[in-house]
């Protein structure tokens, strides 16, 4: 058995190689790999303090200037809540800017589930997990639901049957569904994203879309960014994908590390992500 050590990378120059090694050689619990050893790669590493986020547009428009294409450039930070302000500020700015990475955080977001509620139903009405999603939209009461699924165990029927309302089967159909039954709630994102992913991966069934779903992965959402497109994710979301020039935003006390994360253990893990987006 032969045993090859690969101490060069391809990816990055001394600058940023030299960044990363100081930074993580500060934390007690790893593994001393010895230094990383670049290839002949020219980069640049520079760090600018700013007041306002509008101030990341301006370093956007420089990057393209300097020869960048858009899809080449990458904006990273550890928060969702920091990105979005960004996306908001960016608005109708150039280059566009498209946030990825987000599925894991929308997934917890109740209208989410509910849509995803609706069209696992429409494909498995047995399905009580589905159904128990969609009782906010639906303003079904605990008391309600309670009852609903007493007639469905006692008669062997799914909990749509004693619901006795008819249920979108359709991501178009949930879009005019919801927009009635619970107007004041915003299902605008994840109904967006279902669209785009149907559209660019040519999915035709509802079946499609789910099975779609279960297997999607921040790498998929890369392909829908459009070539003339900014991409904006954490930290977390990024681990595996590279860039030719990142943008790394709110490296400070209270962003990265976080502020709730200040035991010598949690800073360590603050700082191995920290080594991640470098």
């Not at 999603?133 to 303003?139: D, K, N, R, Y």
């Not at 639901?145 to 007493?150: F, I, N, T, V």
């Not at 590279?242 to 010598?264: C, E, F, H, Y």
């Amino acid at each position: 058995t032969e045993i090859h050590h690969l101490t060069r990378t391809f990816r990055f120059g001394p600058k940023i190689a030299t960044a990363a090694s100081n930074l993580i050689s500060h934390n007690k619990d790893r593994i001393d790999k010895g230094p990383m050893v670049p290839n002949a790669i020219e980069s640049t590493l520079a760090i600018r303090t700013i007041n306002h986020i509008d101030a990341v547009s301006n370093i956007l428009r420089g990057l393209v200037e300097k020869g960048y294409a858009p899809n080449e450039i990458a904006v990273l930070c550890r928060q969702h809540r920091m990105l979005d302000e960004l996306r908001s500020a960016h608005d109708k700015q150039k280059p566009p800017l498209v946030k990825i990475g987000h599925m894991g955080f929308m997934k917890n977001q109740a209208e989410y589930r509910a849509v995803m509620g609706y069209l696992r139903l429409a494909c498995n009405p047995y399905d009580r997990r589905a159904f128990m999603s969609i009782a906010a939209t639906e303003h079904i009461s605990p008391g309600d639901m309670l009852a609903l699924r007493e007639k469905a165990v006692t008669s062997g029927i799914p909990l749509p049957a004693p619901y006795r309302r008819t249920l979108p089967a359709t991501l178009p159909a949930v879009q005019d569904h919801v927009s009635v039954v619970d107007p004041h709630a915003d299902y605008r994102p994840p109904i967006t994203y279902l669209s785009a992913l149907a559209y660019t991966e040519s999915l035709k069934t509802t079946r499609d879309i789910i099975d779609a779903v279960a297997m999607s992965s921040v790498q998929d959402e890369m392909r829908l960014v459009k070539q003339d497109s900014v991409v904006a994710c954490t930290i977390h979301a990024a681990k595996g994908l590279q860039w030719r020039a990142v943008v790394i935003i709110g490296m400070d006390q209270s962003i990265l590390p976080s502020g709730k994360n200040q035991t010598p253990e949690a800073i360590e893990e603050e700082r191995r992500l920290a080594f991640v987006a470098i």
